[in-house]
């Protein structure tokens, strides 16, 4: 199964995928600060997987302190929780897993409390796959009948969870049953995680996979060449509205002109019912230069200015179905405020 991190031995590591579909480099994760420059720099991304990582993270660096002075060890991992939440500021699973794990019960005895800190990032991981595949069967229940053609944009497959994925794990899951005809990938500019990433994943377990151009999407819906379209999210808040890779929106929008049910895939840690609606998501901003260059070269005058959000907020009402480990919430979405609160 595909995975963005594994442990190897006592080492943890993280898949760079930076490199792929061109190199498979796994790197060392020694601490904290690996860690966050891990999510911050992209070697690992997809909020359910960020968010394993900061765990690990956050564990791996207790044990390091846990030969310190109990008040030292508390001040010193303190800030490095801080640390590793400031990387990603929209994926709410990141703030999830490092709240998860500071609830954990302190006795007073570092070294115990770096264990339990261990067990409960294992514990994350374990039931982030769990979830993903009650995604996958839940989702391809929602979805159309029959044998269908299915849209997905970014990367939310093994590389962006604990395994098996959100959205491309309800594409899995259809093609397990015997029912997928296609997959259409948008290149999901700037960073084409669609064309690197999800494209690599599917031909790697043998599933159909066609690759289209981000401006083809009305095309191809237009065409009736797509039953649905699956997505994921980085966060959802109270009314439904959703945070997910640029050009998402573009996608919820030519959907509904042609009909196309278009479903959210996510975990309940993605869903923030602190935030009211989608204008309250932060929206974060990258470097101009993923959009200015492509592998170095650049592809516009270099002395222009770029405007480069990593997210967009689809709103609530051009959303079919939410998926989520508990069943498939539909608009006003008031199921997953119920589920949120039974966890």
Request: hydrophobic content about 45%.
């Amino acid at each position: 199964m595909i995975k963005p991190f594994r442990w190897m031995d006592d080492s943890f590591q993280v898949l760079d995928q930076r490199l792929l579909p061109g190199e498979e480099k796994w790197v060392d994760i020694p601490d904290a600060m690996h860690a966050a420059r891990a999510i911050e720099e992209m070697w690992v991304r997809g909020a359910p997987a960020i968010g394993c990582v900061a765990a690990y993270g956050l564990a791996i660096q207790a044990r390091l302190l846990s030969e310190e002075p109990a008040e030292r060890f508390l001040r010193e991992l303190m800030a490095v929780k801080e640390r590793l939440a400031a990387t990603r500021p929209t994926a709410v699973n990141l703030f999830w897993a490092l709240e998860r794990l500071a609830a954990v019960p302190w006795d007073g005895d570092p070294q115990a409390y770096a264990d339990r800190l261990m067990d409960e990032a294992r514990a994350i991981e374990s039931e982030d796959l769990e979830s993903c595949r009650a995604m996958g069967r839940h989702g391809a229940f929602a979805l159309p009948g029959g044998r269908i053609s299915v849209m997905t944009h970014c990367n939310t497959g093994g590389l962006a969870t604990a395994g098996y994925g959100t959205a491309l794990g309800v594409i899995r899951t259809l093609h397990e049953q015997g029912r997928l005809e296609m997959v259409y990938a948008t290149e999901t500019r700037p960073r084409q995680q669609g064309a690197r990433l999800t494209t690599w994943e599917l031909w790697k377990e043998g599933i159909p996979v066609t690759l289209i151009s981000d401006t083809a999407v009305a095309h191809v819906m237009s065409r009736g060449l797509v039953q649905a379209v699956v997505v994921g999210a980085d966060r959802i808040a109270s009314n439904g509205d959703t945070a997910n890779k640029i050009g998402t929106l573009n996608l919820a929008i030519i959907a509904d002109r042609y009909s196309v049910p278009f479903f959210i895939a996510a975990p309940l840690s993605t869903f923030d019912p602190a935030t009211a609606t989608g204008q309250d998501i932060p929206i974060e901003e990258r470097s101009s230069d993923e959009v200015l260059y492509v592998n170095g070269a650049p592809i516009a005058p270099t002395q222009i200015r770029a405007l480069n959000p990593a997210f967009d907020v689809t709103p609530s009402h051009l959303i079919a179905g939410i998926i989520t480990e508990r069943g498939v919430a539909r608009h006003p979405f008031s199921e997953m405020i119920e589920w949120k609160g039974a966890d």
